[in-house]
Every structure is written in C-alpha cells, then in structure tokens.
DNA sequence: GGGCGCTAGGTAGCGGTGTCAACTAGTCGG
DNA sequence: CCGACTAGTTGACACCGCTACCTAGCGCCC
C-alpha cells in the first residue's frame, strides 16, 4: 500500500504561472483576432507558446470574462458545422488588457531581477 | 443573506502572479544571503521588490520548502532576543533554484510575447 | 449500417497556495 | 504595568488551472 508517506503532489510550475495570466493572453488573442470561438482559442494560444490546455480550462474562463464584462459572446449556427460561440472584446476588456500588459511585464521583470544571484 | 449579488471577488493579479514564484523567489534570497529566518526574509523580500508579505504567507512555505528537502532549518537561542530558526539551501534547493530561474525566464519571455498586440 | 475520430461546448470536483485575521510569547522603553 | 516591536504559528477562505467525464453533430471508411 505504498505508505504514503509524506508525498505531496506540486503540480507542474507552469500550472501556476499561467494563474492570472492565461485570462490576460485570452484577452490578447481576441484583440489580435477580432473574434474566436473556444476550440479556436486553444490552437491560438497553443500557436502564442501556450500549448496543451484544454477544454476544461477555456470553457470556463471564458464565462468568467463574460460574467466581468470584459468579453461579449454570441452563437453562431450554420450548416454543416457545429454551433459555435464566438467572443469578442468589449471596451472594458481591451482596457483591462492594457492595465494587465504593463502590470505584467513590470512584475516579470521585477522577478526576474529578484531571482538573481 | 448577504443579498451577495453575483458579486465576485477576484483578488489583485500579483497575488495569483506570486504563486508559483514567490518559492523561487525565497531559495533565492537564501542563496545570496546564505542563511536566513523567516522575519527577516519578509525584509529581504521586499527590498527584493515584494512588498507586502505577511507572516501567514512565509511562515507555511517555508515549512514546505522543507518538506520537500530544499532547505534545512535550525532553531538558535541567544540571550536578550527571541528565539530564531534559520533556514539554508540544500543542494536539491540550489538545483530547484537553478532550474526554476531558467523556467522563469523562458515563460516570462513567451507570456511578454504572447501579450503583445 | 456501424464504428471511429474530429469539432464544439460544457460540468464537477480536486488541489495548492496567497491572504486575512487572530493568537502566543519574548524583549525593551517609559 | 503597558505598549510596541520582534518572531513564529495556525485556520478559514477564495481563486483557478487541472483531470475526467459528458453531450452532440459531422464526415469517412469498411
């Protein structure tokens, strides 16, 4: 029964890292592309350096943003395709990206200093 | 009660941001400092440019990052001062460290980038 | 027809950890 | 004696990425 011992999980750091940030990058890549609809966003974001994420993340921030305002979404039915769900910014979204870049790229920066020798 | 609303409460995005780097950032101050204690690091950290750190915050990690065997702790008694336990790197703690800045920088890099409009 | 795999969306529960708040206890100055 | 500072500790709480699972429509191939 393997006795347990003391083990403790950590999930991957990258896990972590993405807290807070993955909704910012969301953000970044309907600014870039005007719209998209969920399954689109995980190729996007796989294509902007964060591969492997799943629906079970997307789906979910997703309501967030729009539950924040910061996304509007509206349903797409057309033939010969699935019903999609297409997100775009609204003016609170593209602020809060803004905010977001500078706060983030001051932290990066900020820690990556901290973590010198 | 409460009438709650759908009131969400999101906290700021640095505290998500620490997540996942405020370890490293502790294995660091130890590195250049050599050995320290937990009320001290909460000085160290925020000369490092974390401000704002409570002891509810420190105290817990520190406990992991020995647990996890990247650092060894000994408790000191000296007359006319509290008692303290001082904290140092194990070498597993050095490697995370080591290791963990690399990741940071990569991530860091492609976040900044992803971000970008 | 029947099975497979892709697209597309969704939910439930888990786990790690920073935050806040409160507590103990020792030292020192007035 | 009383407050302020140092030093450490604990417990409840919220957030959010993760896994795992589910529905449903479509096209393809045998």
Redesign the pocket.
Known sequence: MLGGMGE?????R???W??????LAVLAVLAREGSA?????L?SLADAGLP?????????????LEDDGLVQ?E??VA????????FALTPAGRQVLAEGRDGWSSFADRMTRALEV
Chains 1, 2 share one sequence.
């Open positions: 403790v999980v950590r999930p991957d990258e896990s972590q993405l807290k807070g940030v993955l909704d609809y969920g399954y689109s966003l190729r492997g994420l799943r629906g079970g993340t997307v789906y979910p921030l997703l309501g967030r979404s349903w797409t033939d010969g395709a699935p019903a999609r769900r297409y």
